[in-house]
């Protein structure tokens, strides 16, 4: 599709599909209904033959539709309906105070990531180690995610985005200041102590994007608020890939100069850890007053009695097309953990005495994945084509490792900086799609509980691929390391195009704003999601599937 020329998707009748949902104003019935006692249902059809005659018309024409390649976008309704008036929402200014200091304290938990792989040469000569160990400085970031994941979630669905925030800023902050304490060749294992607490923080972090932007931000804004969020911790590896360089320059011969200046790394990281801390407990809450759109309006403002997070989990891992997308997710961003881990390696191995350059390359690679990130975000917070998307960054993602990786070993510094910009660009502007993604298709359930499984499989694929490109690269060279990579992104890339593009959250809103209130002909009444009541809907957005 030509940018700019956006079509209105056009619903399909789904009569009696389980996973289709609507909300609805209230009609008179239902307005009469609350005031003698009774529990109305939102979606409820209206009374009425007229509107009934007008809603079969509405049907009919829908199923004249053909269900073929279609992209979904917001309609321009709000304000009251003609039937009544629809559930309040309202959007906060402070979702932007939330939003940055959740950006700025995971931008510094990623520059702790990878603040020793981007200057292994020095922490090898520092502390007396192998390289293999300043790289597990950062694999262990990947390690400590999987199985701390599910009672970072569980925490996240039963106590509330405040207390899982404060938990990753407290940690942070917490590691960042042990750090300070293990500036000395014998202390290794205090600053890896350190970084074994500063990867636990993370756990608290990587999965609350979806979660800000669905709880704080309105339907047109989503996606960019997640970007956003996103965009911190991109910031965060970009100045990881910078500044460590700069303050703390390769001099294997004076080990006292070599410690002043990670001191100096160190106990500047810890200050602005200590503030940003400070900083979350004064902004961060749970959820604004009123809920910024109509599908966080449905749902409960706390989980309900028989909400089951075990049940949650099983819900996910039985919708097929989250299960790919898992897969796909994990090997792209798995393949990004890689290379920012490895980069260091490869540009030194191919290019003498340009650590420096390694830096830039980095802070490079991570600035354009900004730019992507952003542009996908507004991209699909106005076009809503969630599907094509995803499957177009891919394809654009394995080109740009192709190029990368034959283009590295041409002894020309200055191309690589444009292959690794073209690379990031897609590669790391993948990251907000995957998330947005996920919360579609898995609505209602948790955005915590779909981004924690899809950062954890992220992880796990990072570690896999590093380890495994690592001894490639040691082994052969760094083409055959990127080969590995190239492969499983063209892999990736069929798994994406299978996932079928079922948009639950966002159908939420347009019923709201289209005033959809008539119920199937055939099928339930009413469905019940791990204790959430939802009322199917007479059609479905859905976008190609291949």
């Known amino acids: 599709m030509v940018a700019g020329e956006l079509v209105q998707e056009h619903l399909r009748a789904d009569t009696g599909a389980p996973d289709a949902i609507t909300v609805g104003g209230k009609s008179p019935g239902l307005e009469g209904a609350a005031e003698r006692g009774e529990d109305p249902t939102y979606g409820a059809a209206p009374a009425g ?173 989503v996606s960019t608020a997640c970007a956003a969020a996103v965009l911190g911790n991109q910031l965060g590896t970009a100045i990881g890939f910078l500044l460590p360089p700069v303050l703390v320059p390769y001099k294997p011969t004076d080990v006292e100069v070599t410690g002043q200046n990670i001191s100096i790394m160190f106990y500047g990281t810890a200050a602005v850890s200590t503030v940003l801390f400070v900083l979350t407990v004064i902004v961060v809450t749970d959820r604004p007053p009123l809920p910024p759109s109509q599908a966080q309006a449905v749902l409960p403002g706390s989980p309900p009695e028989d909400y089951s997070y075990r049940q949650s989990i099983i819900n996910l891992m039985k919708n097929k097309a989250f299960v790919l997308l898992l897969i796909t997710y994990g090997i792209m961003t798995g393949s990004f953990y890689s290379v920012s881990t490895l980069l260091s390696q490869m540009i030194t191995a191919c290019y003498e005495n340009q650590e420096l350059n390694a830096g830039r390359i980095g802070l490079t690679l991570v600035l354009a994945g900004m730019v992507g990130s952003i542009l996908c975000g507004l991209w699909l917070d106005h076009t809503k084509t969630y599907k094509m998307t995803t499957l177009t960054v891919y394809g654009l993602s394995f080109l740009g490792m192709l190029v990368f990786t034959f283009t590295l070993d041409l002894k020309n510094i200055e191309l690589v ?78 798994l994406t195009a299978l996932i079928k593009s079922d948009l639950k959250r966002h159908n939420i809103n347009m019923a709201a704003d289209s005033s959809l209130q008539a119920l199937p002909a055939e099928g339930p009444s009413d469905q019940k999601i791990n204790g959430v009541h939802l009322q199917p809907s007479v059609s479905f957005s859905r976008e190609t599937s291949l």
Request: negative net charge.
């Open 49 to 221: 033959g007229a509107e009934e005659a007008d809603t079969t018309r509405h049907l009919e024409q829908e199923k004249e539709v053909p269900p073929d390649e279609r992209e979904a976008m917001l309609p321009d309704g709000g304000g009251e309906e003609e039937d009544g008036k629809k559930l309040e929402t309202r959007l906060y200014r402070r979702r932007f105070c939330v939003l940055a200091v959740f950006s700025l304290y995971s931008l510094v938990n990623a520059f702790q990531w990878i603040q020793y792989s981007i200057i292994t040469n020095v922490f090898t000569g520092y502390y007396h180690v192998t390289s293999d160990k300043v790289n597990w400085l950062s694999i262990v970031y990947m390690v400590a995610y999987v199985p701390l994941i599910f009672p970072a979630t569980w925490l996240l669905d039963r106590k509330g985005l405040r207390l899982t925030a404060l938990l990753g800023a407290g940690l942070n902050c917490a590691g960042a200041c042990l750090k300070c304490a293990s500036v000395s060749p014998e202390l290794f294992g205090v600053t890896v102590t350190a970084q074994v607490i500063c990867s636990v923080a993370q756990v608290f972090i990587l999965g609350l994007p979806s979660r800000i932007a669905s709880v704080w931000f309105g339907p047109r804004e």
């Open 417 to 494: 900086f444009f292959t690794a910009g073209v690379l990031g660009f897609f590669m790391t502007g993948y990251l907000p799609l995957g998330f947005e993604f996920g919360v579609e298709i898995t609505y209602p359930e948790s955005e915590g509980t779909s981004s924690g499984l899809l950062n954890a499989f992220a992880q796990i694929f990072g570690i896999i691929f590093t380890l495994i490109q690592g001894e490639l690269m040691k082994d052969y060279n760094p083409l055959a390391g990127n080969l590995f990579l190239c492969a499983w992104i063209f892999l990736g890339i069929f």
